[in-house]
């Protein structure tokens, strides 16, 4: 049972879906975006098709315009009803996912709801992964006004590049490291952005979390590596399976499937895919 809208920051407010699981977390955030002190709302991932989680998110206020972080289902499911439920078009980067609208192009800056929002393509857990970011919304007026403070005013939206809990997974062919990697170089330049994730709690500091990652990758690509000498065989050869055996043992089932996905994709990443 939802307890409606949480307030995040003074253009954000969240919607937790009722679809928890492993690779959900507690559920996918369906966002809501306003800078207009209660008019039109901007929808971010509708989430699945769950009748009262997209009636909360119609009755939020009248929706102006829904997006698309990436094509995943449980982000993607709700669109089509919600936008016949309240006329809004649907724009994503993958032209299939958009109803009445363009696919959503890198750089390009939507006016919404009385917001500036600025999407960024960030590929790496899906080829169609987009980021959006919100401008600042610290209204306090001896706010820091550098560079800083600036950033930390800032939120960026980021889907399934950046969870607020744990890592995110990459499957390929449509999940690739060395874009990933790229990306997390990308979001991690943007400074100490808040982090509004489409699974797991709102995080304080994209720069550093997104450097947390890289680090992340970079160890798991050693461990990938010394599984590769201790099985004696190189990256073209190695079976994802026995790999996965070496590297994530104590991986819980439940999340074994996710676990080979990485896999494949560092394997990929040494072989210079």
Not at 129 to 152: E, H, I, Q
Not at 184 to 199: C, F, S, T
Not at 253 to 271: C, I, K, M, P
Request: charge should be negative; charged fraction near 20%.
């Amino acid at each position: 049972m939802t307890k409606g809208p949480a307030e995040v920051n003074g253009y954000a407010r969240v919607l937790l879906a009722p679809n928890p699981g492993p690779m959900t977390l507690d559920g996918t955030n369906s966002y809501l975006l306003s800078g207009n002190d209660g008019g039109s709302v901007v929808v971010v991932d509708p989430g699945p098709l769950h009748d009262g989680h997209l009636a909360e998110l119609a009755d939020a206020g009248p929706v102006e315009l829904i997006l698309i972080t990436h094509r995943h289902h449980d982000h993607t499911e709700g669109a089509a009803a919600l936008a016949a439920a309240t006329g809004a078009v649907v724009r994503a980067a993958d032209p299939a996912f958009c109803i009445g609208g363009d696919p959503l192009r890198d750089g390009e800056t939507l006016a919404a709801a009385g917001l500036t929002i600025e999407v960024l393509a960030t590929p790496g857990h899906t080829a169609d992964s987009v980021c959006f970011l919100l401008p600042s919304a610290n209204t306090d007026a001896n706010a820091d006004d550098t560079a800083v403070g600036a950033a930390r005013g800032r939120s960026v939206l980021t889907g399934d590049t950046i969870l607020g809990r744990g890592t995110t997974v990459l499957a390929p062919p449509d999940g690739s490291l060395r874009d990933y990697l790229g990306t997390l170089r990308i979001l991690a330049a943007l400074g100490p952005a808040r982090v509004l994730p489409a699974h797991g709690p709102q995080l304080d500091d994209l720069a550093e979390i997104a450097t947390a990652y890289l680090a992340h990758r970079e160890q798991r690509l050693d461990q990938i590596r010394a599984a590769l000498v201790q099985l004696g065989v190189d990256a073209g050869a190695a079976e994802v399976s026995v790999v996965t055996d070496v590297v994530y043992h104590d991986v819980d089932s439940s999340v074994r499937r996710a676990a080979e996905f990485s896999v494949a994709a560092q394997l990929d990443y040494l072989r210079g895919a």
